[in-house]
């Protein structure tokens, strides 16, 4: 015989079940609306919006300057609003998606910090979603990219996968079951501060010794500059490119010298890819997931990065030669990938706006309808009496 106890607690779990179906993303994209969306990707220099369809295609892009860290959060808002409304102006947006990088909220509303900008528990989403009136959905831009290669690029049909993006630093996201995996408090997946080596170098988080003082864009360019200031005979290739200028060293300079063989470049290139690869066997002993996709700036190097990365992944795996080993695929859709999955996650909410203003919408039509028959009483009664208010 059920009781008001068991009642209660079934009603309580009923409506658990009901609140993370509200933001579960499982599957939820097959059922989607396939209109067009906004994505807007917020770096550290640039700020990229783009119109995307259903599949991934981005039908318009336009970028502009990210604006200085000393400008108030109300200038960021300002931007992103200006980028949407000159797209509106020649595509129907249903919805915007913001990948940010920072740390945002579990809620997907509240950024927290972000080190490029003045945002610091910056209620972005509610802000953006009163000034466009249409649904905002703020993310981290590690999750938003991740959720592009899992949807339409190297990560397609994988259950578990890792997203590991190698910028200036390493950033980092988790999907499982079609659903990225935020943590409690939002802040998952930030791989690029564990630490690989006690009292290494000094990172600008505070700690020593970070994967990503070793494994990212700033890691390849402090080592290039470290061997050309200290005049190496290994550095003479990159020293006579840049004329003696050391500061002009950068990573993309450095993969090109790499393609052409400098001997230096492959070799640091190699360094950066087999700490990627003790990285990677780490996140497989606590993630085991089946797909390791590497995108970011670095990831340019193609080979020369992640065919040492392979290797360093294998000789550090735990249980190797016991157990099916990950996938490490190179991430396929480039510098758009932030962008592309902010807009597809936005979709998403798309549809429950939809949902809950569909009757709203359809009563307003009723009786845009029933004026029109009115103000035209030449053409036919009009048949259907006005919605009551
Ligand atoms: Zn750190």
Same mark, same amino acid.
């Given at each position: 015989?059920?009781?008001?106890?068991?009642?209660?607690?079934?009603?309580?779990?009923?409506?658990? @079940?009901?609140? &993370?179906? $509200? !933001?579960?993303?499982?599957?939820?994209? *097959?059922?989607?609306? +396939? %209109?067009?969306?906004?994505?807007?990707?917020?770096?550290?220099?640039?700020?990229?919006?783009?119109?995307?369809?259903?599949?991934?295609?981005?039908?318009?892009?336009?970028?502009?300057?990210?604006?200085?860290?000393?400008?108030?959060?109300?200038?960021?808002?300002?931007?992103?609003?200006?980028?949407?409304?000159?797209?509106?102006?020649?595509?129907?947006?249903?919805?915007?998606?913001?990948?940010?990088?920072?740390?945002?909220?579990?809620?997907?509303?509240?950024?927290?910090?972000?080190?490029?900008?003045?945002?610091?528990?910056?209620?972005?989403?509610?802000?953006?979603?009163?000034?466009?009136?249409?649904?905002?959905?703020?993310?981290?831009?590690?999750?938003?990219?991740?959720?592009?290669?899992?949807?339409?690029?190297?990560?397609?049909?994988?259950?578990?996968? @890792?997203?590991? &993006?190698? $910028? !200036?630093?390493?950033?980092?996201?988790? *999907?499982?079951?079609? +659903? %990225?995996?935020?943590?409690?408090?939002?802040?998952?997946?930030?791989?690029?501060?564990?630490?690989?080596?006690?009292?290494?170098?000094?990172?600008?988080?505070?700690?020593?010794?970070?994967?990503?003082?070793?494994?990212?864009?700033?890691?390849?360019?402090?080592?290039?500059?470290?061997?050309?200031?200290?005049?190496?005979?290994?550095?003479?290739?990159?020293?006579?490119?840049?004329?003696?200028?050391?500061?002009?060293?950068?990573?993309?300079?450095?993969?090109?010298?790499?393609?052409?063989?400098?001997?230096?470049?492959?070799?640091?290139?190699?360094?950066?890819?087999?700490?990627?690869?003790?990285?990677?066997?780490?996140?497989?002993?606590?993630?085991?997931?089946?797909?390791?996709?590497?995108?970011?700036?670095?990831?340019?190097?193609?080979?020369?990065?992640?065919?040492?990365?392979?290797?360093?992944?294998?000789?550090?795996?735990?249980?190797?030669?016991?157990?099916?080993?990950?996938?490490?695929?190179?991430?396929?859709?480039?510098?758009?990938?932030?962008?592309?999955?902010?807009?597809?996650?936005?979709?998403?909410?798309?549809?429950?706006?939809?949902?809950?203003?569909?009757?709203?919408?359809?009563?307003?039509?009723?009786?845009?309808?029933?004026?029109?028959?009115?103000?035209?009483?030449?053409?036919?009664?009009?048949?259907?009496?006005?919605?009551?208010?």
């Amino acid at each position: 015989m059920s009781t008001y106890r068991d009642f209660t607690q079934r009603g309580t779990a009923r409506a658990g @079940v009901l609140r &993370t179906a $509200g !933001t579960r993303e499982r599957r939820s994209h *097959l059922s989607a609306p +396939r %209109v067009p969306t906004v994505g807007i990707d917020i770096g550290g220099t640039k700020v990229m919006a783009g119109v995307v369809d259903a599949d991934g295609v981005i039908l318009e892009r336009i970028r502009t300057e990210t604006p200085d860290k000393s400008k108030s959060p109300k200038v960021v808002e300002d931007t992103i609003c200006e980028l949407v409304l000159d797209l509106s102006d020649r595509h129907d947006v249903h919805a915007v998606g913001i990948g940010a990088a920072g740390w945002v909220d579990a809620h997907r509303a509240t950024v927290l910090f972000a080190p490029h900008l003045a945002w610091r528990n910056e209620p972005l989403r509610d802000a953006l979603t009163a000034r466009l009136a249409v649904p905002v959905l703020v993310d981290n831009d590690a999750n938003t990219a991740a959720w592009a290669e899992w949807r339409f690029g190297a990560g397609r049909g994988e259950d578990h996968l @890792v997203m590991i &993006t190698l $910028g !200036t630093g390493i950033g980092g996201a988790i *999907l499982e079951d079609g +659903r %990225v995996k935020r943590g409690k408090y939002g802040v998952a997946g930030e791989f690029g501060h564990m630490q690989v080596v006690p009292g290494g170098h000094r990172c600008p988080c505070g700690n020593r010794g970070c994967w990503e003082q070793y494994s990212s864009g700033n890691a390849l360019v402090r080592e290039a500059r470290e061997l050309a200031a200290a005049d190496s005979p290994v550095a003479y290739g990159i020293i006579d490119r840049v004329g003696g200028n050391v500061r002009d060293i950068t990573g993309p300079l450095i993969t090109e010298l790499a393609r052409e063989g400098d001997a230096m470049c492959v070799e640091l290139l190699q360094d950066i890819g087999q700490w990627l690869g003790v990285g990677i066997a780490n996140l497989a002993a606590a993630l085991d997931p089946s797909c390791f996709v590497i995108g970011g700036g670095v990831s340019a190097a193609d080979d020369l990065l992640i065919a040492p990365a392979r290797d360093a992944f294998r000789r550090h795996l735990t249980g190797r030669g016991y157990r099916p080993e990950a996938r490490i695929a190179k991430a396929q859709l480039g510098p758009e990938a932030g962008m592309v999955g902010a807009a597809d996650l936005a979709r998403l909410v798309a549809r429950r706006f939809r949902r809950t203003n569909r009757r709203r919408v359809e009563r307003h039509e009723r009786y845009e309808r029933y004026a029109q028959a009115l103000r035209n009483p030449g053409s036919a009664r009009p048949t259907q009496e006005p919605p009551a208010s």
